[in-house]
């Protein structure tokens, strides 16, 4: 496609560089240094975008961050897919590939339009809250549908191939904005000697000067720019960083930037390169110098493309050589925007008029729009945008802007470009992210920055929107941002620049229509949102006066952009129909960040193995090697079942279980916490951490214990060994391992500081061989010098030897109910005592087994996991534990009190039985509800839960453990299981020992 909007000549970019990129599958042709919002303007390209709620087509608006509507996906593989990047913001490259997010099935041709245009009077504010109720039972399709239309973008499906960075600083004086005062700051504080950082957002540093008709020093302003960034960059105490957004200002003046390092070079950041890069700096003193963003006005059709904000034609045509259209209409309340016309003019462009809502405006550059041929209109606004998918022509009025009213009859102009003007916000946000209230000014008119510590505001973000105002307050700023943070100040000679008289701006927001809001075509407010005029007004009626209420109700200022174009001109309509002014209305509030981040920014390095680590075995290549499916428990991969050949998970899992019945089977349970305790208190701390008794336990013995929180609930389990009068070993659960050593170290340090004892995590140290099954005693007596005998090595016995030569402690206990040994070696030897115990094992047909057949073989008889067949809140009794706790106790433990309150006592609370269902064929599922009558009308109440559910090849049927209200008096019950497919399963309450109840096989 040919560059139809492009002039001849201009612009900052290079034309000797073209650049080819794609939208919406159509390949156009852009200039380095173009954005991709100055490209498509280029290029002819009207619709850019369907709007949210109504599906109308939506084109670019302004050219910075507070660009509504082009808000495009970038990327042209899943992996590269970015969502939500403003086309204004994203620079050109070669190869760039964007889309629309919004529009079906393209944004030229939405379906949604159609039905936006026809429904869209029966869609106000919260419509489907109101139209969606009933029936009840179709929400769950509503709902559907709604959030399939709901968001902009999408999340890319597969990984993201770039990286990401964290950079902690330091800085006497941050300077946010580079345009004229950020400029003249800079060079107040880069000269006196302190550490200064200057950053802004656009890709090139220089703000309004990049597109000003005025001349510094009587030469162009881009000169002065050039030679001050020139300056700046040989100052060694000096910082430049363009294309970086300061999105937060924090407590203690710390604030984060968001430097975009490669997304000009292509949609993947070169080798060894992160894409973006996310400053954390700490900040003597803040120069905001963060400017103003034009306001547009609101005024029926406002959001047909061809509508711009009047600034951001000048800057098309100054800074990328782009006129977006033929004929334009100006229609402003201010003498700023008249000079939006004058370059339009100097383009070769039609300007049709210049509509001014002022009665008698006088300024300078008002005489010199009259000099130079221009119509203006004035007393009058452009009240209504008409076309298609594009605008052709407005109406005209003249109004009575305190009267909020239409006094004259309706011209129309035919044109293709509208531009319009209501003033300038000041671009406050970093001022007030900590809480502070922005301050309005009638003479701005808008919301100007407060003071608050550590910052100093400076040129348009004060209101000073003149140049030789900018230029001035930032020199001073940069004076006293040095000299308050140890600097000597210098004087700083700044460009001679004209001051242009201006005639006095009019506080103009809504535009009145000749017909009322609610029946005039749509006033938009917020673009991106949808929010019309009509929409604040029905919020209004409805009984929302809180401007934070407004805000929620008709999701103004919702959208990626904050509302920075919008959220001002809806205060203003709200305060009209209130009846009271801007400043009593107030603003919603300003919270970091200032535009979208990345999660990616958020992360830096802080991701995958940096962030969770990856934590392995002594054993891991041998599982490995073995063809081992994993499962990750508590950062460590366990081997999860061992297939051979094309088995199946529930073959393979089925496989390992009979042999650990039937024969003998080996666990890798290296994983489990172990903590080291020592000291002369040591017995005394168990005592109190415990809910059972430990003074008697004598060395060579081991003993199972529960640990619960201060609210009497089971936090988690293990067994602790006596090794010695004063030294123990606990183990825990894998999960649990750290939270339990942190919960040791808490009560130790905080409430029983006076008793000697110390923790030590040993887990790493040890690996644990779980050695299980008839066949294990003698398969381990072929490798062991320890007598392995039932009247020698009792259950719950430790014993310390050598396992095929190496020093070991084993210990006789079973988490399967089988005859067990866990042979503990110093982790190094692991491997060598594994094959070993393989190598002898051979002729018994020893079979590795993961964590599934664990939970298998545990759940037959009845062995709980913490944190899955417990929640937080299960007491002992709950369990059925009681045997495990010590009521008698000479010293309270930690969870005793809390198990004497009513609610732990009551009869109906959850307790854990077993389940068997009716069909052996059914494996009910983990979750799933329980309830006494299938039949019960809806909503039917449900009792309880599965907790643990699996095939068991020894029972040859499913069975379950679960949580039911009262479970325990409910032995031999029958319950019902609803699923979501329509299937009710059928089960009954049992015990929760489904094989071996008198414990004979694990005490042979």
Not at 124 to 149: L, Q
Not at 403 to 418: A, K, P
Not at 979 to 996: K, N, P, R, W, Y
Request: hydrophobic share 40%; with cysteine.
């Amino acid at each position: 496609m040919k560059q139809v909007n492009r002039l001849a000549d201009g612009g900052r970019i290079d034309r000797k560089r073209p650049l080819s990129f794609r939208f919406n599958g159509k390949t156009l042709q852009g200039f380095a240094g173009d954005t991709l919002a100055s490209a498509l303007l280029a290029n002819g390209v009207d619709i850019v975008n369907r709007s949210f709620k109504y599906g109308r087509p939506r084109g670019i608006v302004a050219a910075g961050a507070e660009e509504p509507n082009a808000v495009v996906q970038l990327g042209s593989t899943e992996a590269s897919q970015v969502p939500n990047v403003r086309a204004t913001q994203q620079a050109l490259y070669d190869g760039l590939v964007a889309s629309s997010t919004n529009g079906w099935p393209s944004a030229e041709r939405d379906l949604m339009g159609g039905v936006g245009k026809m429904l869209g009077r029966f869609m106000p504010p919260g419509f489907y809250y109101k139209t969606f109720m009933k029936p009840a039972s179709m929400w769950m399709t509503w709902e559907k549908y709604i959030r399939k239309g709901a968001g902009l973008g999408r999340s890319p499906k597969e990984r993201d191939p770039d990286s990401y960075d964290h950079l902690n600083q330091h800085c006497d004086v941050l300077i946010v904005g580079a345009g004229p005062a950020g400029l003249a700051a800079a060079l107040a504080a880069g000269r006196s000697g302190v550490r200064v950082i200057l950053v802004d957002e656009q890709e090139e540093m220089g703000g309004s000067l990049l597109d000003s008709r005025e001349p510094l020093n009587g030469r162009d302003a881009a000169r002065w720019v050039a030679e001050t960034l020139a300056e700046l960059a040989k100052l060694a105490n000096v910082q430049l960083l363009p294309r970086t957004t300061a999105t937060g200002r924090h407590d203690h003046n710390f604030v984060t930037l968001l430097e975009r390092r490669t997304d000009h070079l292509g949609e993947t950041a070169p080798a060894r390169q992160a894409r973006l890069r996310l400053h954390r700096v700490r900040v003597g003193r803040v120069v905001l110098a963060s400017g103003a963003h034009e306001r547009p006005l609101v005024y029926a059709g406002n959001d047909i493309p061809g509508n711009f904000v009047a600034g951001a034609i000048s800057t098309y045509l100054h800074r990328y050589g782009v006129a977006p259209g033929q004929r334009l209409v100006l229609s402003t309340s201010n003498d700023r925007a008249y000079c939006t016309a004058l370059d339009w003019l100097d383009a070769g462009r039609e300007v049709v008029a210049i509509v001014d809502a002022r009665d008698n405006p006088d300024g300078e550059r008002v005489a010199q729009a009259r000099a130079r041929g221009i119509r203006i209109i004035s007393g009058s606004a452009v009240i209504e945008a008409q076309g298609g998918s594009r605008v052709n022509r407005v109406r005209v009025a003249r109004i009575d802007s305190a009267g909020f009213r239409v006094v004259d009859r309706v011209d129309s102009l035919e044109c293709d470009t509208v531009a319009s003007s209501g003033g300038y916000s000041p671009v406050i946000h970093l001022a007030v992210h900590t809480g502070a209230r922005p301050v309005w000014r009638d003479d701005v008119p808008g919301f100007v920055a407060p003071q608050v510590d550590g910052v100093i505001s400076a040129g348009a973000v004060t209101g000073a929107l003149a140049t030789v105002d900018a230029l001035r307050d930032g020199a001073a700023a940069g004076r006293q941002a040095a000299s308050e943070t140890g600097g000597q100040p210098v004087e700083v000679a700044l460009p001679e620049v004209a001051n242009h008289r201006e005639s006095a701006a009019l506080a103009l927001y809504q535009v009145p229509h000749d017909q009322p809001t609610s029946r005039a075509p749509k006033q938009f407010v917020d673009m991106q949102n949808d929010v019309t005029a009509a929409s604040i007004e029905v919020a209004i009626r409805e009984g929302f006066e809180s401007i934070e209420h407004i805000k929620r109700y008709t999701v103004m200022g919702f959208g990626t952009d904050q509302g920075k174009l919008g959220n001002i001109n809806g205060m203003a309509i709200a305060a009209r129909c209130l009846g009271r002014s801007i400043p009593e209305v107030g603003t919603t509030v300003f919270r970091p960040n200032y535009t979208p981040v990345a999660f990616g920014a958020v992360v830096g390095r802080h991701c995958g193995g940096l962030f969770d680590p990856e934590r392995h075995t002594a054993l891991h290549q041998w599982h490995l090697d073995r063809g081992a499916e994993f499962e990750e428990v508590g950062q460590w991969k366990r081997p999860w079942y061992f297939p051979q050949g094309t088995e199946t998970m529930e073959q393979a899992v089925a496989r390992e279980c009979r042999a650990v019945r039937n024969g003998v089977g080996i666990l890798d349970a290296s994983t489990l916490g172990k903590i080291d305790i020592q000291g002369p208190d040591a017995r005394t701390f168990l005592e109190r951490i415990y809910t059972n008794k430990w003074a008697k336990l004598g060395f060579g013995r081991v003993r199972y214990g529960l640990m619960c929180k201060d609210d009497g609930m089971v936090m988690d389990d293990g067994t602790t060994s006596c090794l010695g009068d004063n030294h123990f070993l606990m183990t825990t659960s894998t999960g649990g391992a750290a939270a339990v050593l942190e919960w040791l170290e808490l009560w130790h340090q905080t409430e029983w500081p006076d008793l000697q004892v110390f923790f030590t995590s040993v887990t790493d140290h040890w690996a644990t061989l779980s050695l299980s099954g008839p066949e294990s005693r003698r398969l381990l007596g072929e490798l062991c010098d320890i007598d392995l005998s039932r009247e020698a090595f009792k259950f719950m016995d430790w014993r310390e030897g050598t396992v095929a030569g190496v020093p070991a402690r084993v210990f006789r206990i079973s988490f399967t109910g089988e005859l067990s040994y866990e042979i503990n070696v110093q982790a190094n030897y692991a491997r060598h005592v594994w094959e070993a115990l393989f190598e002898r094992g051979e002729k018994y047909g020893l079979t590795p087994y993961g964590t599934e057949t664990m939970h298998v073989l545990r759940a037959e008889k009845g062995f709980i996991i913490a944190g899955q067949d417990t929640d937080g809140s299960m007491t002992p009794e709950d369990l059925g534990m009681q045997w495990c706790v010590g009521y008698d106790k000479a010293f309270s433990w930690v969870g005793k009190r809390a198990l004497s309150r009513a609610d732990t006592r009551r009869k109906d609370r959850k307790q854990l039985v077993g389940l068997r269902p009716k069909d052996p064929r059914v494996i009910l599922e983990e979750g799933a509800q329980i309830v006494l009558e299938p039949n019960h009308p809806i909503p039917v109440p449900m009792v309880g839960h599965v907790t643990s559910s699996y095939y068991s090849p020894s029972l040859d049927s499913g069975f379950a453990l679960a949580v039911v209200k009262d479970g325990h008096q409910k032995m031999g019950h029958t319950v019902w299981l609803p699923m979501a497919d329509g299937q009710i399963h059928e089960a009954e309450i049992v015990s929760t020992v489904f094989l071996d109840p008198k414990g004979e096989r694990q005490n042979v």
